[in-house]
């Protein structure tokens, strides 16, 4: 696959909007599948702040819902141990967002939500910041 190739598909990759099924015409199969881990690589990397901890690995990512921008404050554990009730290696710790202003939700805010039970799946406590109707 040449660079001029390449580098369209990685420029359409890290677009917004990209949902990982729009492939290279003309390349293999192979290669679209290389590139594709590639460019999840790359995304990854891009939108992910991890800092070692003697417990493990704390991260920051950018949540996935254009909807409700915000980041993911989150825990690997240094074993890999799967002891909580997410059921992932991973724990999310908490994340900050901005919600819209949609039917299910009330008005816009920004909000903290926080997971402070490692056992139950769902999040404890929820700090609103800024509320409005803009």
Aim: glycine share 6%.
């Amino acid at each position: 696959m040449n660079k001029a190739k390449i580098d369209k598909i990685k420029e359409r990759a890290l677009r917004p909007d990209y949902n990982g099924t729009q492939l290279s015409r003309g390349a293999s199969i192979n290669e679209t599948l290389e590139m594709i881990d590639y460019i999840e690589k790359l995304k990854k990397k891009q939108t992910r702040i991890e800092v070692n901890t003697i417990f493990g690995k704390l991260f920051a990512e950018i949540a996935g819902d254009h909807h409700y921008p915000g980041i993911y404050l989150c825990f690997e554990e240094k074993d890999g141990k799967c002891n909580h009730a997410q059921g992932t290696i991973e724990q999310t710790l908490a994340l900050a967002e901005c919600t819209p202003n949609m039917p299910e939700e009330e008005k816009h805010t920004l909000r903290l939500l926080v997971w402070g039970d490692r056992d139950v799946e769902d999040y404890t406590h929820k700090f609103t910041f800024i509320e409005g109707n803009e």
